[in-house]
Nanobody, 115 residues
Framework: QVQLVESGGGLVQAGGSLRLSCAAS????????MGWYRQAPGKQRDLVAR???????TYADSVKDRFTISRGNAKNTMYLQMNSLKPEDTDVYYC?????????WGLGTQVTVSS
């Protein structure tokens, strides 16, 4: 069973930094693409950043020049470096992986930015 696990969330003051990690288990295959999404209570889940199939990256306009997505050395691992955090970045952040047309999600990690 494929599982994704996020870590690294927490409480940080505005202007601070956090690094989120995502690790997958349950498969020896590489995800076709991976990415980060975020969601506030009662709102839709929005793209933060992701790798596309050709390994290029795409970012939400609101996080460009502040967040950086990267891959780990281990297969199906991924990071999100978040700098210059703002209160509006407060959300639950989810790791996503796509494999043979199937979508996989982690349970999320809470990021709270205080003003």
């Amino acid at each position: 069973q494929v599982q994704l696990v996020e870590s690294g969330g927490g409480l940080v003051q505005a202007g601070g930094s956090l690094r989120l990690s995502c690790a997958a288990s349950g498969t020896t295959l590489s995800f076709a693409s991976m990415g980060w999404y975020r969601q506030a209570p009662g709102k839709q889940r929005d793209l933060v950043a992701r790798f596309t199939r050709d390994s290029s990256t795409t970012y939400a306009d609101s996080v460009k020049d502040r967040f950086t997505i990267s891959r780990g050395n281990a297969k199906n691992t991924m990071y999100l470096q978040m700098n210059s955090l703002k209160p509006e970045d407060t959300d639950v952040y989810y790791c996503n992986g796509r494999l043979f047309g199937a979508e996989y999600w982690g349970l999320g990690t809470q990021v709270t930015v205080s003003s």
